[in-house]
């Protein structure tokens, strides 16, 4: 006879078997993501965001122009969404769901005072598997366009900081260059830096 522990366990092991395989998977059959070509939106203030299709743990690239950097990034949704644009300034932004048929929105404030606000959606669970790998943002307003060509409203401190010291040292190299018709030793021009700041 067999001891009554091992009928009891075996016996619970054949009905957990059971019921899992007759309620079939547990989650829903994950579709193979596959990146669609890059592609450009246009944004316009007037009109309604466009859609910026995500997939659940992929990367989309989001390409301001050429002209601009991103100065500020305000999401909708920081917990279920990555938000990454980098350490330094540029014109890129990395966005990934972390989980599926999310939805939020970013708004994107450039260097030269335009704003791009796009709705994000996370579309594993969608019958087209595609997600946009990359998108270009292409300015749809005549102001925004205009803001182009213009100088940036927002610059970064180090930059501001590297631009002072640059004209600085210009300053001082103009009034170095006054004082004397002579050549100029570095060694004499760094002493008169230090003692002109």
């Known amino acids: 006879m067999k001891p009554p522990i091992l009928i009891i366990v075996t016996v619970g092991l054949a009905l957990t078997t059971s019921i899992a395989s007759a309620s079939g998977p547990s989650t829903p059959e994950q579709k193979h993501l596959q990146p669609n070509a890059p592609r450009t939106i246009t944004v316009s203030e007037a009109d309604t965001p466009p859609v910026v299709r995500a997939g659940l743990l992929q ?10 950097k991103v100065a500020n990034v305000f999401a909708g ?103 004397t018709n002579s050549h100029i030793c570095a060694g004499c021009f760094r002493r008169h830096l230090l003692f002109t700041r």
């Open 59 to 68: 990367s989309t690239l989001i390409l301001l122009p050429d002209q601009e």
């Open 77 to 179: 949704d920081t917990v279920d969404w990555v938000f990454d644009g980098g350490h330094i300034a540029s014109r890129f932004i990395s966005i990934k769901p972390k989980l599926a048929n999310s939805t939020t929105d970013v708004h994107i404030v450039s260097d030269h005072g335009n704003e791009y606000t796009l709705q994000l959606r996370e579309v594993s669970g969608d019958d087209d598997p595609h997600f946009d790998s990359k998108i270009f943002i292409a300015p749809g307003d005549k102001a925004a366009k205009d803001r182009l060509i213009e100088m940036p409203v927002f610059v970064p401190a180090a930059e501001l900081d590297k631009a002072k010291q640059e004209a600085v040292a210009a300053q001082a190299a103009k009034r170095f260059g006054a004082m």
